[in-house]
C-alpha cells in the first residue's frame, strides 16, 4: 500500500508546491503609484480600491482629519499601521507615505498610500490590491481597521 501511494503523494506534494508558487508571484509596483500633479492616482472602475478622493461610493472613504502638526500625524499613522499584520513600509517622503500590505495565504499584494495635505487638513488615503477584480470588502475594512487605531481627533 506505501508503494502505491507514495508516488501519489509525491505528486501531490509536488502540484500542490507549483500552485502555490504560481498564486504567489506578485505582479511589479504598479506605475500609478505616488503623487502625480500633486494627488493620489483615481481608482479603477474594478471594485478593489478605496480612495479619499473618489466621488463615487463603491470607492469612496472618508479622508482622515490632520489636526496637528504632519511630522506628528505621520508618526501616529505609523504607529496604527505597525500594529497591524504583514505591513512594510515602502516609500516616505514629507507628505507621502506608502505600504505594502500581504495576504496570508496567498500573498497578494494591496497598495496603501497617504498624502498629507497641510493646507486642506486632511490625511488622502487610497487602498488598492494589485490583482483580481473584486476585494470583497478587504482594503475598506484595512482602512478602518488604521482609522479605529489612530488617536481619536484623526478619525
Known amino acids: 500500500l506505501a508503494r502505491r501511494l507514495a508516488p501519489r503523494l509525491l505528486h501531490a506534494a509536488l502540484v500542490s508546491a507549483a500552485v502555490f508558487t504560481l498564486l504567489s508571484?506578485?505582479?511589479s509596483r504598479p506605475t500609478t503609484l505616488g503623487l502625480h500633479d500633486g494627488r493620489?492616482?483615481?481608482c479603477p472602475a474594478s471594485p478593489n480600491c478605496v480612495s479619499s478622493t473618489a466621488t463615487d461610493a463603491e470607492h469612496a472613504v472618508t479622508p482622515f482629519p490632520l489636526d496637528r502638526p504632519v511630522s506628528?500625524?505621520?508618526?501616529?499613522?505609523?504607529?496604527?499601521?505597525a500594529g497591524l499584520p504583514r505591513a512594510t513600509l515602502i516609500s516616505e517622503t514629507e507628505n507621502?507615505?506608502?505600504y505594502e500590505f500581504r495576504s496570508?495565504?496567498?500573498?497578494?499584494v494591496d497598495d496603501v498610500?497617504?498624502?498629507?495635505?497641510?493646507?486642506?487638513?486632511v490625511i488622502h488615503l487610497r487602498s488598492a490590491s494589485r490583482v483580481g477584480h473584486s476585494d470583497l470588502g478587504v482594503n475598506r475594512r484595512r482602512v478602518e481597521a488604521i482609522r479605529a487605531r489612530l488617536p481619536a481627533s484623526m478619525q
Open 72 to 81: 506628528e500625524a505621520k508618526a501616529e499613522l505609523k504607529r496604527a499601521i
Open 96 to 98: 507621502y507615505l506608502h
Open 40 to 42: 493620489l492616482a483615481p
Open 104 to 108: 496570508l495565504v496567498f500573498r497578494f
Open 113 to 121: 498610500e497617504f498624502q498629507f495635505e497641510e493646507a486642506a487638513k
Open 25 to 27: 508571484v506578485t505582479p
